[in-house]
């Protein structure tokens, strides 16, 4: 009965969000009928078994035990391969269009060491792109807080975003906002050099290109 219950509930979920084209009370007998087909029933056997159960109720509660739990399993790990699918789009959509090192100092002791810059001179730009930058960090400790600053160079228009960088470990920021004709796009992070002893290591630095993901799946439905 638990295989029997799942299928129907399948095809039920399929009536509800197809409704135009199950709108037709023989297309939907159609469908439920397909399941009593692969299972070997009829509806009558069906319907006779539902009286059973109606009368055997902690039979029934068990059973749909079973059934919302293999439901749950099921979604699981239907969303796991959605994910999947959505992170390998992620990866082929992303380029990094830095070409520098991926690993630099920052030293607040030296004026020529307490800053780094990176331009990108020219961007294969199309609308819904971003551009991201991410990185690791070592070395901060109380009061030494780096800044980023980051230059967006538009047709018409320059978009100027300032952040600090607060914490050990991974990095990212993403840029979205108004950068429909990107021209040219540079980023620096600067460390102060009024703090003294502070050193910075910046490793994994890249400038990513995050192409539109049009086609991206959206998560999965919850079943019924």
Request: aromatic residues 10%.
């Amino acid at each position: 009965m638990v295989d029997v219950l799942y299928d129907m509930n399948l095809a039920e979920s399929e009536i509800e969000v197809n409704y135009e084209t199950f709108k037709d009370n023989e297309r939907r007998q159609e469908l439920l009928n397909t399941v009593f087909e692969k299972h070997k029933i009829t509806r009558q056997d069906f319907d006779t078994s539902l009286v059973w159960y109606n009368a055997h109720l902690e039979v029934y509660f068990k059973i749909c035990d079973k059934v919302n739990k293999r439901y749950a399993a099921d979604t699981e790990q239907l969303q796991k391969k959605i994910d999947e699918e959505n992170r390998l789009l992620a990866e082929r959509s992303r380029v990094n269009i830095y070409k520098g090192g991926g690993s630099i100092f920052l030293q607040a002791a030296s004026r020529l060491q307490n800053t780094i810059s990176f331009k990108v001179d020219s961007l294969e730009w199309s609308s819904g792109d971003n551009l991201e930058i991410s990185f690791d960090v070592l070395g901060l400790n109380k009061g030494v807080e780096p800044d980023l600053l980051c230059y967006v160079f538009c047709e018409d228009t320059v978009i100027i975003e300032k952040e600090k960088i607060s914490a050990n470990g991974s990095f990212s920021k993403l840029m979205t906002p108004g950068m429909n004709k990107v021209k040219s796009f540079s980023v620096s992070i600067h460390i102060s050099d009024t703090i003294p002893n502070a050193n910075i290591l910046i490793n994994k630095f890249g400038i990513f290109l995050r192409k539109n993901q049009g086609n991206a799946i959206t998560e999965t439905p919850q079943p019924i």
